[in-house]
């Protein structure tokens, strides 16, 4: 899982890059799905192509489902891929599950860039790391960066993995990339949870000293939402298991001041894709799932400007709001654009729902922003 987050993120930032700005004919529709809620244009599309997951992590339960093995194969996108070139979908998310474990994965790759042929497509490969070795040489040619899953030092790494030398694995991912082509972008997620949140410096440092990675993000762990496989949500025992009590919570607010200090250099240079401001944040938000704050206000625009399918179909505006519809319902464009879709996009208040309050991966495009 990429929670960005699902890897444990689902969590994708595009403050990873600097994109170029719209033209005008694109700003003008996006600026028409603001005002009548019918998406024109699709900059984010985020893919499960795969089920199955293998890392048993505390804070996911995807692997729980692993004997319900299920793929999202080029058949299945077939009928949509006109669609994505109508709406100019320009980064493409391969989430999970791991999605390394699917049967086809490049060439799913291959066809959704055919799709495309003639606009700029960015392809991001979210993973555990573990299989980068054997499929190095195929994610440097039709990946164009990988985002891994990094839990903590590596001890802490491990036993939040639950699976034997998980770090050492990693690390030898990471290594085959590099030995492919040694300026491929290499990134990783951290999920911040009751496990790591006391070694918040030693994953900057096993991020960029150990690993030798690009850059470092941090999201809290989701322990509220049914997204990763929790269809009826976690029971009070799980979420105490992941989450942070009030004492815990009050402690890594500390931790995240004095971290800000003593890693200074890794904030200022940008190794951290998180500002000190959003740093702060992250330590609101334990604060508030303890009861203790508000929780930090939803700047997010994910449901305009990106969707999600699933291994099974579905389609969803983001990780944690129900689905649209599924790709068996008709084109990819007539379901997000489905009067109920419409409907559901007009009414939605992130300032009031409470998904979005307690929402740990947003992502916001101001108008004149591409990716790719």
Known sequence: ???????????????????????????????????????????????????????????????????RKQELGVDDL??????????????????????LMHANLFTLCRALRDATAGRALRITLLSTGLLLPKHAQDVV??????????????????????IPRAFDKLARGVEALRAQCPDFPITARCVLQRRNVHVLGGIIETARDTLGLDRLSFLTADVSSEAFNRAEGWEVEQKDDV???????????QRVDETLVSHADAFASGFVAESPERMRGL????????????????????????????????????????????????????????????????QLD????????????????????RVG
């Open 78 to 99: 077939a009928p949509h891929l006109a669609d994505l070139a109508t709406l100019d979908v320009s980064w493409i998310v391969l989430s999970g599950g791991e999605a």
């Open 243 to 253: 989450g942070l009590a009030a004492d815990q919570a009050e402690d890594f607010t």
């Open 141 to 162: 040619r039709e990946i164009d960066e990988v985002i891994v899953s990094l839990d903590g030092t590596p001890e802490v790494h491990d036993a939040i993995r639950n």
């Open 283 to 346: 330590a609101q938000y334990f604060r508030a799932c303890a009861g203790l704050d508000s929780f930090p206000p939803i700047r997010c625009n994910a449901p305009w400007t990106s969707a999600v399918i699933e291994t099974d179909g579905t389609i969803r505006p983001c990780f944690f709001h129900p689905g649209y519809g599924n790709l068996g319902d008709g084109r990819f464009e007539q379901v997000i654009n489905s009067p109920d879709a419409i409907g559901w996009r007009r």
């Open 350 to 369: 992130m300032a009031t729902d409470e998904t979005c309050q307690r929402c740990v991966c947003t992502l916001h495009l101001s108008p004149w922003q």
């Open 1 to 67: 899982m990429v929670t960005d987050h699902h890897a444990n993120l689902t969590r994708f930032d595009t403050g990873c890059y600097s994109p170029p700005v719209l033209a005008p004919s694109a700003f003008a529709r996006r600026q028409m799905t603001l005002f009548d809620h019918r998406i024109r244009t699709l900059p984010v599309l985020v893919l499960m192509p795969h089920s199955r997951c293998n890392c048993r992590c505390v804070m996911c339960d995807i692997w729980k489902a692993n004997a």
